[in-house]
């Protein structure tokens, strides 16, 4: 069960790391640079996009750390 939740927790980290950075891509124009309707926007969103990395980056160590946990488990009870 650790396994599959740690495999869950890790390709939610990667879905919401896309996810954050494709919208960061298409608000981009020609010159490279990122596009707001305004000021409350571009601080609004900027910031729910870090919450939500902070959050794909915490998902991911957990979910790796519960991948490792099940593999040592594993190997302890095969040798």
Not at 19 to 26: E, L, M, T
Not at 47 to 63: D, I
Request: positive net charge; contains cysteine; hydrophobic residues 60%.
């Amino acid at each position: 069960m650790d396994g599959a939740l740690g495999a869950i927790l890790f390709a939610l980290a990667v879905a919401l790391t896309h996810w954050v950075r494709r919208r960061r891509f298409y608000r981009r124009n020609g010159a490279g640079l990122e596009v707001f309707a305004n000021y409350g926007d571009a601080v609004g969103r900027r910031g729910l996009e870090r919450l939500a990395l902070l959050a794909a980056g915490l998902a991911g160590v957990c979910g790796l750390a519960l991948v490792g946990l099940f593999a040592a488990r594993l190997l302890w009870l095969a040798g």
